[in-house]
């Protein structure tokens, strides 16, 4: 049995253990001490509009016991990819009192760009990443019918200034001085599509409708990179041209044989860029038939594209 002055004792001993514990919890009352890091910037890598970012995440320090239980980061963990803007990293502490201490930074991803690119005249442009942002590169290409002058590729360098100048694109010199037919043929190989016209006799009637709609057409042709080639007249008469360029004897009657195309009435033949006989005529055709065919068939996906471009070019 417990006498007295043991209950006393032991009454004594449990009111200054809980005085105590009230005097440690109540003495933890300050926050941990939190520094995060310095606010830094960075410069997107070339050709990428993004650079990777790293930091050592901040200690955080109780003055109390030293008991630090958890720590939130509140934004991308160091070493991400951050893109351009400005970007807030902010990181959260609490001690065992449930004390809490918050520090945040900037991190600034800074794009490097040079000015925007124009596409030359008949022409087009390609380009990486985002077609002006450090380290991008530009490709200039010509439309079918056009050669380009000059050096076809630019970078933007870190001095927001473009490398070399700007190509342009001048018409093809067609070159009627040739011994074959493969010699003028591939002069056009993956540049223009060719409609062969043939008659028989300049007076001819399919002949000379055929022309009045084509020369009402000539922006159409050119968008949709069609040549003609005119075959007019019978030996000794025959004469073959390109706009104003006369073709020989031989190359006449290469393409003829070459493609199967009779003297004896009005008859033409479409070619596509690849030098592949598409279609054939007995009579005229309307270049709206002409160009819906090309439209629907034949164009690639650079020209899709500038089509929709110049939708209204020709009206």
């Known amino acids: 049995l417990l006498v007295s002055s043991d209950i006393e004792t032991l009454s004594h001993l449990w009111l200054v253990s809980m005085k105590f514990l009230s005097n440690s919890i109540q003495a933890d009352i300050d926050p941990p001490k939190l520094r995060c ?27 109390a016991d030293g008991v630090i239980k958890h720590v ?17 990293i902010r990181y959260t502490v609490y001690d065992q009192a449930h004390n809490r201490a918050t520090c945040k930074f900037a991190v600034r991803v800074q794009v490097i760009r040079c000015p925007v690119l124009k596409p030359p005249e008949h022409g087009y442009l390609t380009c ?6 450090y380290g991008a590169t530009c490709e200039y290409h ?4 056009y050669e380009q002058e000059g050096i076809p590729l ?26 074959s037919v493969a010699g003028l043929m591939d002069q056009f190989y993956e540049k223009r599509r060719l409609l062969i016209i043939s008659a028989p006799d300049p007076s001819d009637r399919y002949y000379k409708m055929q ?17 003609i080639i005119e075959l007019v007249g019978l030996p000794p008469h ?37 030098g592949v006989d598409r279609d054939r005529y007995i009579q005229p055709i309307a270049p709206e038939e002409l160009f819906s065919f090309v439209d629907t ?15 209204d070019i020709c009206d």
């Open 238 to 274: 025959e004469v073959g041209r390109i706009h104003e360029h006369r073709l020989s004897d031989d190359v006449i009657e290469g393409l003829r044989q070459f493609l199967h195309i009779t003297r004896s009435r009005f008859n033409m033949v479409f070619v596509d860029k690849d």
């Open 154 to 179: 630019r970078v933007c360098q870190s001095n927001r200034q473009w490398s070399g100048s700007q190509p342009t694109c001048t018409p093809m010199q067609i070159n009627v001085d040739v011994n």
């Open 128 to 133: 990486t990443s985002a077609s002006n942002n």
């Open 142 to 145: 010509c439309d079918g019918g």
């Open 297 to 311: 068939y034949l164009l690639t996906g650079q020209e899709e594209l500038q089509r929709e471009q110049n939708r």
């Open 37 to 63: 890091p310095d606010s830094r910037e960075r410069t997107a890598e070339p050709d990428k509009l993004t650079a990777r970012v790293y930091w050592d995440p901040p200690r955080a320090t109780d003055a």
């Open 72 to 88: 939130m980061l509140q934004g991308p963990e160091p070493g991400s990819e951050f893109p351009e803007g400005e970007h807030v």
């Open 211 to 227: 022309n009045a709609m084509l020369q009402q057409a000539t922006c159409g042709l050119d968008l949709r990179h069609i040549t």
